[in-house]
């Protein structure tokens, strides 16, 4: 059985947010809903500061808190491992927001839909893409599920101009991911949370 | 890299501690309902004062499930939250609060209309005990709610559910003695109460210490939460309304109300107590700081953040 995830090699990443952005243009999502986005800090001491980067997105957990927080059963997870949200089973409760280390659940607030980016209502494609979306609901990542399920990668993987990104299946153990967690010392984020994640990290 | 490195980050693209902003006061007064109402209505329960059952169950039921209700996204899905007891808290709760309310109002029915039961005791003994095991379940639950997850380090002891189920059983205590004291205080039942009462409190005190020296020697983003608690933004709350109001003043005046009973002094003290009570729930919830994602860019990462 296949298990969807990502290593993110850090070495590669530059924090131009391209990702973020063709996250935010394939799922149309509403005003401050970033299911990808750059963390970034600055280290070191004047004058030998640098600027470093940690793209962050649904890290699919095997072991997901936020499904065993969900009271409503909203939250489910796939075959192939990604965690999914049943909108229409949502209570809005924000349990799985609370329960999520990595902060990538997110809340259609009320009245967030009735207005796009600019101030002159929605777009004709933010009036398709807010379709999706259900006021006093949870959303998130979804590993760009309808790409998946038709045989491309995610948004994010596809626009990095670094190539930062690889998105395959984690299973096979000679695998091109597990080859590269494994070369290259891969590690999760968080991992005394014991979430089991399936987005890796790289930076040796 | 230290604690004192880490500040809380202004947005979701930075660097830092991150606030817990998702439950906010409803979901506190909905926590603060449930064990005020529950522990009201089992010690009334326990020292037979029906007003305070009666009370106590109103608050649960109305305060309670009204304040979830107001919080929630979507609800008229309510229903929706009771599906997965088998691994939610909240799933749990829904459940415990259901059957408090069913079988909590089979015992108040015939006090309110002013009958006793008689039709079937069998049933009124079963209610009684249902009644006792979904509230006791309710003044606590709570507290794994909030620590099931790792997420929030602060929240995530086992002392959480221990401490939520302390400060309910205290605010139903002082409650009961008051309500006892306005009803008619010569023939009132709740003497022992008002005796155990300084224990109470002194034993509510010593566990938020140990709660506290606890968290300061957990994670830096618990250490951090007890550092807002002691020295940071939310030191006046917590030194002036959890300690010095809820706890000194309300031992005080515990005290006092001993050798000089009046009424209108179990007001004060109820106010007083409910005072610390809710504003530790709320602090417990405003203060609640996810970790920082760790990279080993960024000096660290993560074991232990």
């Known amino acids: 059985m296949a298990r969807l995830g990502m290593v993110i090699d850090l070495k590669r990443c530059i924090g131009c947010n391209a990702c973020t952005l063709a996250c935010k243009q394939e799922n149309g999502t509403p005003e401050g809903v970033h299911y990808a ?9 004047y004058p030998t500061t640098r600027r470093t980067f940690l793209p962050v997105l649904c890290n699919h957990c095997d072991d997901a808190p936020c499904a065993q927080a969900c009271p409503s059963g909203a939250t489910w997870i796939r075959n192939d491992g990604l965690v999914m949200v049943d909108r229409e089973k949502c209570i809005g409760c924000r349990a799985c927001a609370v329960a999520c280390p990595y902060m990538n659940r997110h809340f259609i607030e009320k009245g967030l839909l009735e ?5 002159d209502g929605l777009s004709p494609y933010e009036a398709i893409k807010f379709a999706e979306f259900e006021e006093g609901t949870m959303t998130k990542c979804t590993f760009c599920a309808p790409r998946v399920d038709q045989g491309l990668e995610p948004a994010c993987v596809v626009t990095c101009p670094t190539d930062a990104r690889i998105f395959g299946d984690l299973e096979p153990e000679d695998g091109k991911l597990q080859k590269l967690i494994r070369e290259r010392k891969g590690w999760t984020l968080l991992p005394h949370c014991n979430t089991k994640p399936s987005v890796f990290y790289l930076d040796e | 890299m230290t604690t004192s490195s880490i500040t809380v980050a202004p947005h979701r693209f930075a660097y830092g501690f991150y606030r817990q902003a998702w439950w906010n006061w409803l979901i506190g007064t909905a926590f603060f309902c449930g064990g005020l109402g529950a522990g009201l209505f089992l010690i009334s329960l326990a020292t037979g004062q029906r007003l305070g059952m009666i009370l ?16 929630l996204g979507r609800p008229e899905r309510f229903w929706r939250a009771a599906m997965r007891p088998d691994r939610s808290w909240i799933a749990r709760g829904i459940w415990a609060s259901g059957l408090f309310a069913m079988s909590g109002g089979i015992l108040l029915l015939p006090m309110i209309l002013g009958s006793e039961w008689h039709a079937a005791a069998s049933i009124a003994t079963a209610a009684k005990a249902i009644a006792i095991v979904s509230g006791l379940f309710i003044m606590f639950y709570d507290g794994f709610v909030m620590n ?11 002392l959480l559910p221990l401490l939520i189920l302390m400060y309910a059983t205290l605010g139903g205590t002082t409650l009961t003695i008051t309500l006892g004291a306005l009803q008619d205080y010569e023939s009132r039942e709740t003497a022992w109460l008002e005796k155990a009462e300084p224990y109470l409190l002194i034993a509510n005190f010593l566990l938020l210490c140990v709660y506290l020296l606890r968290m300061s020697r957990w994670t830096p983003a618990a250490q951090e939460t007890v550092r807002m608690w002691v020295k940071g933004r939310y030191a006046r709350v ?3 309304l959890i300690v010095a109001v809820g706890l000194i ?15 209108g002094l179990s007001l004060v003290i109820a106010g007083c107590e409910l005072t610390g009570d ?5 602090l417990m919830l405003k203060s609640g700081l996810f970790s920082p994602q760790t990279a080993p860019a960024f000096g660290a990462r993560g074991n232990g953040i």
Not at chain 1, 115 to 119: K, Q, V
Not at chain 2, 56 to 71: C, D, E, P, R, S
Not at chain 2, 278 to 282: A, K
């Open chain 1, 115 to 119: 207005h796009g980016y600019s101030t």
């Open chain 2, 249 to 263: 003043a309300t031992l005080m005046l515990s005290v006092v109300q001993q050798q000089w009973q009046a009424q």
């Open chain 2, 278 to 282: 809710f504003s530790l729930l709320m």
């Open chain 2, 238 to 240: 917590f030194f002036g």
């Open chain 2, 56 to 71: 106590g169950y109103l608050v649960v039921v109305l305060g309670k499930n009204g304040a979830h209700l107001l919080y």
């Open chain 2, 148 to 158: 099931h997850s790792a997420a929030i380090p602060f929240w995530n002891t086992q």
């Open chain 1, 37 to 45: 986005r750059v963390i970034t800090r600055e280290v070191g001491t």
